[in-house]
């Protein structure tokens, strides 16, 4: 069993920049992939960004590419999201998932076996 917990959200003009941890329990956490995924109000979770158990292939989703920057530290358990030039538009619950002892790291969300609780993100205009 794998525990994730996910800080670093809160509230913030649009421009700014916010970075998400997300803490891992367990000794296996570099032979997992990771990713991140939001929900807003009122629409399904969506992809948002992955990265490989090696760190050495990252995906974002098109809404994202080029102002989210995923990258895990397999030492400390953590895979973070670096989020810069953010928009009234990313606002939304962010969680981060783990697929077990998988080097791929899918898009969809039935491909992750573990999820965390969620931090919000608000970005005014």
């Known amino acids: 069993q794998v525990q994730l917990v996910e800080s670093g959200g809160g509230l913030v003009q649009a421009g700014d920049s916010l970075r998400l941890s997300c803490a891992a329990s367990?000794?296996?956490?570099?032979?997992?992939?990771m990713g991140w995924f939001r929900q807003a109000p009122g629409k399904e979770r969506e992809f948002v960004a992955a990265i490989s158990w090696s760190g050495g292939s990252t995906y974002y989703s098109d809404s994202v590419k080029g102002r989210f920057t995923i990258s895990r530290d397999n030492a400390k358990n953590t895979v973070y999201l670096q989020m810069n030039s953010l928009k009234p538009e990313d606002t939304a619950a962010y969680y981060c998932?783990?697929?077990?002892?998988?080097?791929?790291?899918?898009?969809?969300?039935?491909?992750?076996?573990?999820w965390g609780q969620g931090t919000q993100v608000t970005v005014s205009s």
């Open positions: 998932a783990a697929k077990a002892y998988s080097d791929y790291a899918p898009r969809a969300i039935y491909g992750y076996d573990y």
């Open positions: 367990g000794r296996t956490f570099s032979s997992y992939a």
